[in-house]
């Protein structure tokens, strides 16, 4: 292993001896000073890359209604909707600890809503944990949560399943009196036995005092560098966002251009003919005199009928 691969950060890890994170072993590395890296997935292929990436923890994001479903906001999302992509992320994930968002009013409305819905991320999802948003009014069902064997991490500050209620998404926190009302919701969350706490869209000397006064760790995003981790959203990070650039993402590549550069090459080729080459293709009819010319007259390569062909999930052969 190169100096640079043995590194801390954006460098690749191999998972294929690693064990899977637990919810111990996330709020130890606060006490381990060792900063927790979380990111969003929400199919089996991009899990599978953010976990190979080296990602503690897989945050299954309600935000996939904004980025897979085309929706303006958060709130339309269903507990089914996450579950089904829970599933296919649990799936895909071997290291990092799988953390499935519970979509909006899927907790508040009785104990009991809260347990069954919650429970489903596990049962079905395959989820280790759930994650919540809201402050000193969530405390009691986090608690009861966490009683039963269902881990939480709390989500407090700019809360998007409250964005009609904060007027927008905006940064929260932002006069004294705000900033001691976030500090409160925090602490409550972590009295109330969450293991980890998502500050979103606040000010980084807030965070920071936040997460000076919790013994859970800390996970901003927008939160500035002082929190015990950072989260962003898989396709802000990867650059998959055209229409979105909020202050808060660093795009560490740019899929998206990437990504429709080869479209057009691959549509360029098809109109042209030059896909698929022959490298491609699968050859012709194994014939009794074995000639195999093709319409063109040049020569083509048969197939034999056992010719293994590694892969993939359209024909082999
Ligand atoms: O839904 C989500 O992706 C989130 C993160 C932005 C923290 O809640």
């Not at 303006?72 to 829970?86: A, G, K, R, W």
């Not at 998959?240 to 899929?255: C, D, G, I, Q, S």
Request: include cysteine; aromatic fraction near 6%.
């Amino acid at each position: 292993m190169t100096d640079q691969a043995k590194g801390l950060g954006s460098q690749a890890q191999d998972i294929s001896r690693a064990k899977r994170l637990t919810v111990p072993s996330i709020r130890g590395m606060k006490a381990r000073r060792e900063r927790i890296a979380m990111v969003t997935a929400y199919d089996a292929t991009f899990a599978q890359m953010i976990d190979e990436g080296g990602a503690d923890m897989l945050l299954v994001g309600d935000s996939l209604g904004m980025v897979v479903q085309g929706l303006d906001s958060t709130l339309p999302v269903t507990v089914d909707e996450m579950i089904y992509h829970c599933r296919a992320v649990a799936r895909g994930a071997r290291r990092a600890l799988v953390v499935g968002d519970l979509p909006f009013m899927s907790w508040q409305l009785s104990t009991e809503q809260a347990l069954k819905n919650a429970a489903r991320f596990l049962s079905e999802g395959g989820a280790q944990a759930v994650k919540l948003e809201g402050g000193v009014e969530a405390a009691d069902t986090v608690r009861k949560l966490v009683r039963l064997g269902i881990p939480v991490v709390g989500h407090v500050g700019l809360t998007p399943q409250s964005v009609h209620a904060m007027g927008g998404f905006r940064v929260q926190g932002k006069t004294a009196e705000a900033a001691d009302g976030v500090l409160a919701d925090a602490i409550a969350i972590a009295e109330a036995g969450a293991f980890a706490i998502v500050l979103e869209g606040i000010p980084s000397d807030l965070a920071a005092r936040i997460t000076a006064s919790i013994d859970i760790p800390t996970i901003g995003i927008g939160a500035g560098v002082s929190c015990d981790g950072q989260v962003l959203v898989c396709y802000d990070l990867l650059g998959l966002t055209p229409n979105m650039r909020p202050k808060f993402v660093k795009r560490y590549a740019e899929l998206y251009a990437e990504g429709k550069q080869a479209v057009a090459s691959y549509c360029g080729e098809v109109k042209s003919g030059a896909f698929p080459s022959a490298e491609f293709a699968f050859g012709n009819v194994l014939r009794s005199d074995s000639s195999s010319r093709t319409a063109s007259g040049a020569d083509a390569p048969d197939v034999p009928a056992d010719a293994p062909v590694p892969g993939g999930y359209g024909p082999t052969h």
